[in-house]
């Protein structure tokens, strides 16, 4: 009993230990990015199939923010309306 | 004396690369430019050297308490951790090795030379200051290599190389030859 109490208190010590370090280093780093991105990335599938050509979905919505890709390019959304909600997004 | 035979042991004798053949997914797959490569033998020797530090003590913490079988996971959890915050880090002061390196920076956390390299510091019963060096050691001769082959490369991109040859193929050729010219230093060292 006592071997697995020892082994819960001490990953979950240590998980919590890592958790705090890491979301404090997240802040002290954070990255700015255009709330677009996430935007556009919240109306995409999110199947990260690679059929567009970039990264998975994170890298097309990044690429359609920056004029790279075209809206259209997201092959399995094209069907569900993809295209014009992301067009709305980048009209806003 | 000790200290630097475990230091040039682990860059050159002892090549987790090129002997060992640890951490073969970054060596092949970011050694297409040197500056990549650089930028990747940077984080591995700053993920090597912390985790080293931290696994060491925590090794002697789960020694302390009877804990060994936990070794492995405890190791691991640590690996993730450091690598996160190198990705973090490096996502906020240079985006562009940030996606340069792309898929391969998060797959350190998987890279058996680190795992390797925290197993093999327990195992030898390295005190810390030991330890440090091996760790050193070890992410300079991983970034050797990787530089060493990167160079290479970038010149094959300009050779006139057999068409079933072109690309991966020649590389993972390239790779075997270096490798065996490493083996020359078999033995040279012996801890």
Known sequence: MGVFINSVLILGILGFVSGTFLAFAAKKFEVKEDPKVKEVLSALPGVNCGACGFPGCEGFAKAIVKGDAKPDGCIPGKRQGVPEKVKAILSK | ?191
């Open chain 2, 1 to 191: 004396m000790k200290i630097f035979l475990i230091f040039l042991s682990a860059i050159l004798v002892n090549n987790f690369v090129l002997q060992k053949f640890l951490g073969i997914c970054p060596f092949l797959g970011v050694s297409k430019k040197i500056d990549t490569a650089v930028g990747m033998s940077l984080a591995v020797t700053f993920v090597m050297v912390l985790a080293s530090i931290i696994t060491w003590l925590l090794n002697g913490l789960l020694i302390a308490i009877n804990l060994q079988f936990l070794t492995t996971i405890v190791f691991i959890l640590v690996i993730a951790v450091l690598v996160q915050f190198v990705e973090i880090v490096l996502k906020k002061t240079s985006p562009s090795l940030y996606e340069a390196l792309g898929i391969f920076l998060p797959l350190i956390t998987t890279n058996c030379a680190i795992l390797g390299l925290a197993l093999l510091n327990v195992q030898s019963n390295y005190n810390l200051l030991e330890t440090v060096f091996n760790a050193v050691g070890a992410g300079l001769g991983f970034g050797m290599a990787l530089i060493l082959f990167a160079g290479i490369r970038e010149e094959l991109e300009f050779a006139d190389v057999p068409a079933p040859f072109k690309g991966l193929a020649g590389a993972l050729i390239t790779a075997g030859i270096l490798s065996m010219s490493f083996v020359g230093f078999n033995g040279m060292i012996k801890l």
